[in-house]
């Protein structure tokens, strides 16, 4: 069993419209947008960063916008809600905050034993709000969310699955222990995290496999301190039997992807050097920022990328 996995790093999904993604995310949920670069594989399409006030892994909700993308449909073998953790006594600010903004799908459940707010984003990404109490994480304050309320991170990501057999041995040779089942859901916790420790696995055998698009996440990285855990982390996986690309420079993190049995993709990505590597921390995400194989191309990506306004 590994140890150097210590929960989540990001999540990365797919939206349709970059400035109304970049208005959900700051002016509704007050996120900080802590990076603004594109997609390094596609450099005309944004790569749209949001996060605590610092970025820190665990933190950071990411976007490929695709102008005009066709919805996802939504199925089995994807990740079918983020949650974000808020401080004690907040959910009710929240409902309130949310309704004002005419966000969807909006209601309050319960899993074990805690209260979620769910929502939907403008593509109908699902998300969820819980109370966790004592989460240190820095929230960011700039887009109207005070200290009291504002979003830490994440707490847990959800999976929908036909079988989620193959995952949970995953889930567990990744340094993952089962906490609990309740009905058709499996919560998984990773010991000594850094805050976004929890994963729950839904069951659901004869819904079928979800179609990738707007609304849909692209991928799921959980976060290692640095190069070397991420090696070790990596031969273990190949040892396995994994499939597992080699080491991707992201800039602002290493990256090693590799698809998972229940079809979902997975990251493991460094939490070293972090999203201050080439922006000063009391301005992330202000400006564009390019990798530097891509830095002939800024006239023109000046030029076309759709401008954001906050
Ligand atoms: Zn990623």
Same mark, same amino acid.
């Given at each position: 069993m590994l140890n150097q996995i210590k929960g989540l790093h990001h999540m990365t999904s797919i939206a349709s419209d970059a400035s109304e993604n970049n208005y959900f995310f700051t002016q509704v949920l007050g996120m900080r947008r802590v990076k603004k670069?594109?997609?390094f594989d596609v450099p005309e399409v944004y790569h749209l960063y949001y996060g605590n006030e610092?970025?820190?892994?665990? @933190?950071?909700?990411?976007?490929f916008p695709f102008q005009n993308a066709k919805r996802g449909a939504k199925g089995t073998g994807e990740v079918s809600e983020t949650v974000f953790s808020v401080p004690v006594d907040s959910l009710s600010y929240w409902q309130e905050r949310l309704s004002t903004f005419a966000v969807q799908e909006m209601s309050m459940t319960e899993q074990f034993g805690e209260?979620? !707010?769910?929502? +939907?984003?403008p593509d109908g990404e699902h998300f969820a709000l819980t109370e966790v109490h004592n989460d240190t994480r820095e929230a960011w304050t700039g887009n109207g969310v005070s200290q009291e309320c504002a979003i830490r991170g994440f707490h847990a990501a959800q999976m929908r699955l036909q079988d989620a057999g193959a995952m949970s041995e995953l889930l567990g040779f990744m340094g993952y222990e089962k906490v609990e089942t309740l009905g058709n859901v499996t919560r998984f916790s990773v010991a000594d995290g850094?805050? +976004?420790n929890t994963i729950d696995l839904e069951t659901l055998p004869i819904v079928a496999p979800s179609e990738q698009g707007a609304g849909s996440v692209h991928h799921i990285a959980f976060s290692v301190q640095d190069r070397s855990a991420q090696q070790e982390v990596r031969k273990a996986l190949l040892d396995t039997g994994y499939q597992v690309t080699p080491v991707i420079d992201r800039d602002y993190f290493w990256a090693i992807y590799f698809r998972t049995p229940g079809g979902v993709l997975f990251e493991v990505a460094t939490n070293e050097p972090g999203f201050d590597r080439d922006e000063d921390s009391a301005h992330l995400g202000e @400006? !564009?920022?390019l990798p530097t194989r891509h830095e002939k191309l800024r006239p023109f990506l000046e030029k076309h990328l759709q401008p954001l306004n906050d």
């Amino acid at each position: 069993m590994l140890n150097q996995i210590k929960g989540l790093h990001h999540m990365t999904s797919i939206a349709s419209d970059a400035s109304e993604n970049n208005y959900f995310f700051t002016q509704v949920l007050g996120m900080r947008r802590v990076k603004k670069t594109v997609n390094f594989d596609v450099p005309e399409v944004y790569h749209l960063y949001y996060g605590n006030e610092h970025g820190t892994p665990g @933190s950071v909700m990411t976007y490929f916008p695709f102008q005009n993308a066709k919805r996802g449909a939504k199925g089995t073998g994807e990740v079918s809600e983020t949650v974000f953790s808020v401080p004690v006594d907040s959910l009710s600010y929240w409902q309130e905050r949310l309704s004002t903004f005419a966000v969807q799908e909006m209601s309050m459940t319960e899993q074990f034993g805690e209260t979620r !707010l769910r929502f +939907a984003n403008p593509d109908g990404e699902h998300f969820a709000l819980t109370e966790v109490h004592n989460d240190t994480r820095e929230a960011w304050t700039g887009n109207g969310v005070s200290q009291e309320c504002a979003i830490r991170g994440f707490h847990a990501a959800q999976m929908r699955l036909q079988d989620a057999g193959a995952m949970s041995e995953l889930l567990g040779f990744m340094g993952y222990e089962k906490v609990e089942t309740l009905g058709n859901v499996t919560r998984f916790s990773v010991a000594d995290g850094i805050g +976004a420790n929890t994963i729950d696995l839904e069951t659901l055998p004869i819904v079928a496999p979800s179609e990738q698009g707007a609304g849909s996440v692209h991928h799921i990285a959980f976060s290692v301190q640095d190069r070397s855990a991420q090696q070790e982390v990596r031969k273990a996986l190949l040892d396995t039997g994994y499939q597992v690309t080699p080491v991707i420079d992201r800039d602002y993190f290493w990256a090693i992807y590799f698809r998972t049995p229940g079809g979902v993709l997975f990251e493991v990505a460094t939490n070293e050097p972090g999203f201050d590597r080439d922006e000063d921390s009391a301005h992330l995400g202000e @400006s !564009l920022k390019l990798p530097t194989r891509h830095e002939k191309l800024r006239p023109f990506l000046e030029k076309h990328l759709q401008p954001l306004n906050d």
